[in-house]
């Protein structure tokens, strides 16, 4: 079920009333069966693989809390192997089969290993992710075991986040089904605006500007420079507002409830360095390797070689989190050599850099770099292959401006997407959360956003970008 379908809009308006309605102690399992037919809406029967994994993992926090010694951390490890194995079974093992045959036909050999013809659990790497961390924060002694098995499970399916995140940890949302949320128009209001600009995000600019970079990069070879630098600047675009309005959705709609999910954005465009960036773009994914993967390996407080060599290696197993494509690895590791050039740039250039900062355009240098730096990673984020990718930087840097201009929308839309980009920035410059405390000021913008959604929303019901992951 899309969030930006009719479809999810009679079912929020249906689950909320009822959550509202039901006394407290039902509520979970309203959630539960609610979350239930919101995952079967796209493929029923995955829902069973969802169910032997939260299975598995709420029996390993028991045993986890139980037990004492080294069997804890067997349980730990068959836990984690359970999760990742349904990951490598469902989502990696035709890519890495591939690339084994591949290897293998250089030797005039190959592996009897059969291709699987099946589709990726919708959320798979999201929801695997966020059942990881309960197991690993009771084994870390964070976290008590959750005894009812029905709100263990509410925790892994909630149906806001259950899909594309944010990921959420055990000790910011399990408590949270226990307390009693009361009705609070201040709070609702405040969930509403972020689901309606979430909706704005997704559907008037995405989805729009989605045409020009579809156009773009599915005729390469038609296009010049000039597109092509468009189309990736649009990307950009594109890929923000798609995924953050998912994310404001999502917790728009637990908010109405009375649910606090993390914040998974916070305007990264203006960020000044690659650094920066990871802190403000998908925040619950890069604050879990950064818990769960870097820091277990030693951080920044071992040698530096091998620092050097945690941050590459964790970005590279970011970039195969995304997808099993090595142009996904490639944009990994892309982001590894950024931050350790900019670890490098500090270290050895110091008064260069002091003496830059005082310059008085410095900041929207910087961030005009980091935007470019990100912006070139997204080519291989977006293309389809590895040699594809190829044809989008060769095509881009031949600086050819011959040819007429197609961007697939006329003049007036092209220019109607840069005001509505102006727009975004503008609001997310000065005004990252919109104050609705004033009923009346709360009313005139929902509204408008609403009319603008129905007006100038582009309506194909498109999926949203991170669902493949």
């Known amino acids: 079920m899309l969030f930006n379908s009719l479809q999810f809009i009679v079912y929020f308006i249906i689950v909320t009333l009822a959550y509202f309605i039901l006394p407290h102690k039902y509520r979970w399992f309203l959630l539960l069966c609610a979350s239930c037919y919101f995952y079967m809406a796209f493929v029923p029967i995955y829902i069973l693989i969802l169910g032997f994994t939260i299975v598995i993992d709420y029996f390993a926090g028991i045993l986890l809390e139980e037990k004492k010694g080294k069997t804890r951390k067997i349980y730990l490890i068959a836990s984690l192997c359970a999760n990742i194995g349904v990951l490598a079974i469902f989502k990696y093992y035709n890519f890495f089969n591939q690339n084994l045959n591949d290897f293998l036909g250089l030797l005039d050999s190959s592996t009897p290993l059969p291709t699987l013809s099946i589709l990726l659990p919708i959320g798979l790497s999201f929801h695997t992710f966020q059942a990881m961390s309960y ?4 084994y870390r002694g964070n976290q008590k075991a959750e005894r009812s098995f029905g709100i263990y499970a509410l925790y892994v399916m909630f149906y806001p986040q259950l899909v594309a995140g944010p990921i959420e940890r055990p000790q910011n949302l399990l408590h949270q089904f226990y307390e009693k949320h009361y ?4 709070r609702i209001k405040s969930g509403m605006m972020m689901i309606a600009f979430g909706m704005f995000k997704k559907v008037v600019i995405a989805d729009r500007v989605s045409i020009v970079v579809d156009h773009a990069f599915g005729n390469i070879n038609s296009q010049n420079s000039l597109t092509i630098l468009v189309a990736i600047i649009l990307y950009a675009i594109q890929i923000y507002c798609d995924f953050s309005g998912y994310s404001e ?5 637990a908010k109405v409830m009375g649910f ?20 403000r773009w998908h925040i619950s994914l890069s604050t879990w390797f950064k818990d769960y993967l870097y820091i277990p390996l030693g951080g920044n407080r071992v040698p530096v070689r091998q620092w050097f060599f945690n941050l ?3 970005f590279l197993i970011s970039g195969l989190w995304h997808g099993a494509n090595w142009t996904f690895i490639i944009w990994g590791g892309l982001h590894g050599v950024y931050l350790i050039a900019g ?3 500090e270290k050895y250039f110091p008064s260069f850099m002091k003496k830059f900062a005082s310059f008085p355009a410095a900041t929207y240098i910087r961030m005009l770099v980091t935007f470019a730096l990100v912006d070139f990673a997204w080519i291989f984020f977006r293309a389809s292959d590895f040699n594809h990718a190829l044809q989008i930087i060769k095509k881009l840097f031949v600086f050819s401006f011959d040819g007429v201009l197609n961007f697939g929308l006329n003049d007036n839309e092209m220019i109607f997407s840069f005001a509505l980009i102006i727009l975004l920035f503008f609001k997310e410059k000065f005004f990252l959360k919109i104050d609705t405390s004033n009923t009346k000021v709360f009313a005139i913008v929902f509204v408008a956003i609403v009319f603008s959604c129905y007006l100038f929303g582009v309506f194909g019901q498109k999926q949203f970008i991170y669902f493949q992951f």
């Open 135 to 138: 197991t690993i924060e009771v």
């Open 260 to 279: 606090t999910l993390m914040d998974n954005f916070n305007a990264p465009y203006f960020s000044q360095s690659i650094a920066e960036f990871w802190k």
């Open 343 to 345: 670890i490098l740039k």
């Open 312 to 314: 590459f290696l964790v």
């Open 249 to 253: 959705i999502a917790v728009g709609t």
């Open 183 to 186: 009705y609070d128009f201040e």
